[in-house]
Structures are given as C-alpha cells and as structure tokens.
C-alpha cells in the first residue's frame, strides 16, 4: 500500500512540475502514473550503475553530476514513454531539480 501511495505522490509532483516548466509536455493522466512508474524503475536499476560508473567525476565536482545524471535519466524516460516529452537537455535538468523539490516537499505530507 505505501508503494502505491509513493507512486501518486510521484505522479502529482510530475504533474505539478510538468504544469510550471515550459518545455516538458504530459498527455494524458494516466501518462503522469506510467511516468512515475517508468522514473521509479530506472531509478532503482539503471541510476546505481550510472552513480557507480561516474563516481570518479562526481567526486570531482562535490556531487553536482549526479544532477547531469538525472537529466539523462529523465531524457531516457522520454524515449521510453510515449505521451511524455521533453524539449532539451536544459529542460530535462530543470525538471529533475524541480521534481526533486517538489517531490521532497509533497512526500512531508506522507
């Protein structure tokens, strides 16, 4: 059950945050639930592996590449969902960083 309730507090941050940022374009809401699902599995398989890979340059810059990291995390759920898209490199790491607050504040209400 609390699964289910991280995956909507997932798909409105996505929702809230696709609805301030110009650029990133959700069809549907159904798509905000499978892109929260999406994000959710690529963060628990594939970002362990990036986070590993690039460790030697995320030490370099004091951890800030792990923002690059979601960006190209998040360019890859583009591909990957078909009502989801986002204009750039720029706007998918706006999004990121902005997912990533409102994510944090939305799940102090859990």
């Given amino acids: 059950m609390k699964i289910i ?4 507090i997932s798909a409105l941050a996505i929702f809230v945050t696709a609805y301030f940022l110009p650029g990133v374009q959700v069809t549907g809401y159904v798509t905000y639930l499978i892109l929260a699902i999406v994000l959710a599995a690529i963060n628990i398989f594939i970002k362990p592996i990036l986070t590993i890979l690039t460790l030697p340059l995320s030490i370099v810059t004091l951890g800030l590449f792990s923002i690059v990291i979601n ?28 997912l990533s607050i409102v994510s944090f504040v939305l799940k102090r209400f859990d």
């Fill in 5 to 8: 309730i991280h995956l909507l």
């Fill in 71 to 98: 960006a190209v995390l998040i360019m890859l759920a583009d591909k990957l969902v078909s009502n989801f898209s986002v204009d750039g490199f720029l706007t998918a790491l706006l999004f990121g960083v902005i």
